[in-house]
Nanobody
């Protein structure tokens, strides 16, 4: 089973950029749909972005135009480039993997494997 480790979080000012990375183990990485979710303290976990096996990407309305998800199957990595960061982007960011072909890609229950998260703090 694939294992995921996120990195790249930190403290930045509003308007700055960060690039998060998720490194996966497993030879079948290319067969997984990969997604990013985030969760602020006291809030429910929410969908951020997904990249499917064919590299089609879909974004939550709250980040559309600011965030870009990408994958490199040869390196077993999935990145999230975050530009024009806002205070409301403050959260712990998680990557997740789904082996199946599902239409419910925005749902937490769709994903089989989760990383431990990386914290992002955006100050105003």
């Amino acid at each position: 089973q694939v294992q995921l480790v996120e990195s790249g979080g930190g403290l930045v000012q509003a308007g700055d950029s960060l690039r998060l990375s998720c490194v996966a183990s497993g030879r079948t990485f290319s067969g997984y749909t990969m997604a990013w979710f985030r969760q602020a303290p006291g809030k429910e976990r929410e969908f951020v972005a997904v990249i499917r096996r064919n590299s089609l990407s879909i974004y939550a309305d709250s980040v559309k135009g600011r965030f870009t998800i990408s994958r490199d199957n040869a390196k077993n990595t999935v990145d999230l480039q975050m530009n024009s960061l806002k205070a409301e982007d403050t959260a712990t960011y998680y990557c997740a993997a789904d082996r199946s072909i599902s239409a419910f890609y925005t749902k937490e229950s769709t994903y089989e494997v989760w990383g431990q998260g990386t914290r992002v703090t955006v100050s105003s």
